[in-house]
């Protein structure tokens, strides 16, 4: 989980039970989203960005849900 430094704590205990089973990290998702991950979680992200930065934001989460540049959102 990228989130920033602060809100990994809420984020642990908000996921209580699947801390067994994740990896949280501090970071910037609008950079780069460590590999090899099967799930990319993002809550009450892309309601604060334009649509271009939105599609940055989903473009850097691999799987299903990375968009190609013309993806509707």
Do not use: Y
Not at 6 to 27: P, Q
Not at 36 to 61: F, K, P, Y
């Amino acid at each position: 989980m990228r989130r920033a430094p602060e809100a990994l704590d809420a984020a642990r205990a908000r996921l209580a039970g699947l801390t067994a089973r994740c990896t949280f990290l501090a970071g910037d998702f609008t950079e780069s989203v460590p590999e090899g991950g099967d799930v990319c979680l993002r809550s009450r992200v892309l309601h604060d960005w334009h649509d271009e930065r939105c599609r940055t934001i989903l473009a850097r989460c691999p799987g299903p849900s990375a968009r190609t540049p013309n993806s509707p959102l």
